[in-house]
């Protein structure tokens, strides 16, 4: 249906006409996420100041049957934020809702609005001496609301758990505008099915989250970084199981990185530098916490590598000295993405494999991309503790970007075969959203297909939630 | 409706005649529970050996309106197991899937059927040096299918996480009989909606789980376990920040224990002593894990209790000495439900509040307790650091049994009250079932209850898995 400039009004009406914007240069932020993969076309943006808002703006929508299109820091990765191109979706933004209403320090919770940015949750449950672990590149922009949507992971979620495992309780304006309070700071609740697992991971296609109580954590007294080379992804795989057997819960960080992600980074990010002085096949970042003391933290460290120096897994390594080196390790696994931009055109997945199968997924999926591009360079890193690779793949140095960019979903489709194969995700930590719903529907059994479109009826039976997004 | 004796043939047929149980002295174990809280009636017991059988099964009940009750090791303690009165519900027995199918290593996996004991499970992974840990009263005879199906906690779930934290993956047969295979190894999948924890916790009324993937841990290398007495809640509170502060992930256990259901344990279980010289008015069983060495959880145990001694938190302690004490202690504790028995009738609750609040509502249930029933005995005890306690109340010392239990529903609204003003629940792990079906419905917003009859629908249309149990 297409929306008229009455209905406009009255969406503007509930929130003011101060935070209904419609003009071109203000709602052209919320139209195009920040690297241009994604874009769309909105009458308006709705930037309403509280739930009763939000529940107004939703019961309007499902009498109406207009289109919401929630959008959180507008940083998602598969285009789940974007309104489609008719111009017919309004965007619904939470950042006004922005308050962290309380930090329980004897529970270890906190509870916050939706529209709260990653980094200010940080900051806050640090201030009271308190982690609360997901940690993401997006973190100074990126909302609560949209990790908890997209069940975003990152590199703590080894320790801690993705974006589901932090939250305890939630607060979700339903298609109909009841709101769903299921706030609680309860790590053990059975009372009937769990519904707040859907709103979390359901990307804005079920409700609009606009709160939630999420877990804090005890600040470690100790953590140590170190930067260590090996041989092999099979190495890797043994000094994963080595360090998660010493370590256990203390392993905080366990991130594989092949040597083109760092070579380009190397060149094209201003003042990195190369941790070791020899270049390696292969680098693991581990990080280890303690709760116990910075000497601690240190001492497991060190037995760790010692250990694997032993058994010739890693054959170099640095731990860093201060936190400013910590600091410039951790810049140079969080600049891998960006620096692939000067090396032309690039093919990207985000796929999960059980993490014995980390090895063999590397081996095949090597093989496969040189079938598909000859030439092409593999550009592989990411949270190999939970079988989770970013496994980009850059074109070929002297090709063409167009001609190599035409075979992103030959290239996915030959990836994501070999995924399935072990038992793998094609979308470990991304989600769905406008990009990869097709082949979602196209490669899952159909009778979760099946499932998931009775749950989204059940929900949002008008369809006015985030359509043709994840199913 | 009623089954008639031709339908009943043909569910026979599927398993075989050795396997559809109908001789009243067969099917008698599956129409009680073995507290004997719950019975019913049930036709006849199918023990389908195969995945295929459990399909067949559910098709043909799908086909017939027959309702299906499914059944693990029979040991949940809301009725969720039993079949109701009126002999037409079929029991469906998960007893003979009972294959581990696999132990994984490097994924640290185990795939294994809904059958399988839970103990049987702790001791294949113990074998190869893994922990799968968790750890209830019953795991002699209680199912792995059942514990997901309830979600179960216990007392390593303060570490671990419940079983929902536990499982990676389910197998689920669906009502129309299509199988729902989503048997994946993945510590991060994000593709779609998460199905899997509405089986997890469905109490068998989506779905019937036929197997699951599980985590397994990196056996700790040191485990110590203390029994310290507190003079108040407020106290044992303060310790246990201070505990998870300094031990973190290590903190493995945080039992709260009143003197009470000690003092019960001591009177009534054979051969148990009291771990201290003296009586104390509140204890805490801790344990500490360590993946380094026995001698490094030993040196942190020691640390947290002369901090706790230092404060003054803790006023006497011991720690066990050898493997036999620490059996001893855990003996006591899992001993206090069993050791009410003798001590008269007793209404029981199973409740969580935020942690913080454990002192409050605890001075306040104790309180209201003897408003409704003067010189009742409070027998409080649970996992603290869960925030969920086993807060169950024994008749006064010579009053009549049948008085007192008349009690029963008055005393839990009471008590239901103080939790629901604390954000609290009241059912932390053991589920609504049949018990709290009604009460769940009666005081749960009206919105949760629409949503879940929504979720009942779209999974079970035709109303025959587990009927009249959770919603």
Redesign the interface.
Known sequence: MTIDAALLARFAEIVGERHALSAADEIAPYEEEPRGLFRGKTPMVLRPGSVDEVSAILKLASETGTAIVPQGGNTGLVGGQMPDGEGNEIVLSLSRLNRIREI?L????ATVDAGVVLQVLQDAAAEKDRLFPLSLGSQGSCQVGGNLS??A?GVG?L?YG?A??LCLGVEVV?PTG??????????????????K??F???EGT?GVITAAVVKL??M?KGRELAWAALPTPADA?RFF?LA???????LTAFELIERTPLAFTLAHVPGSVDPLAEAHPWYVMIEISS??SGDDAKE?ME?VLTVAFEEGLVVDAAIAQNEGQANAFRHLRESMSEAQKPEGGSIKHDI??????IPEFIERAGEEAQKVAPGCRVVCFG?MG???LHYNISQPKDGDRDTYLALYRKMNDAIHAIVRDL??????????GRM?RDE?IAT??A??TE??R??????DPAGIMNPRK??
Chains 1, 2 share one sequence.
């Open positions: 329980d004897q529970s270890n919770t997209s069940n992971g979620a320790a993705t589901r495992d339903l009841e709101v769903f309070d299921d706030l609680r700071k309860l790590k053990k609740d059975n009372t009937g099915y769990d519904l697992n859907l979390v991971g359901g079920l954590f005890p470690p795989l199981e998660n057997d010493r370590a256990g819960n203390g709760g116990r497991l037995e999960s494999v059980p993490v014995a199968a949270h939970d079988g989770n038992g793998g995700s094609f979308s470990a930590e991304h989600g769905i990869k979602l899952q059994p009778v979760a499932l998931m009775r749950v989204k009826a059940a929900f994840v199913i």
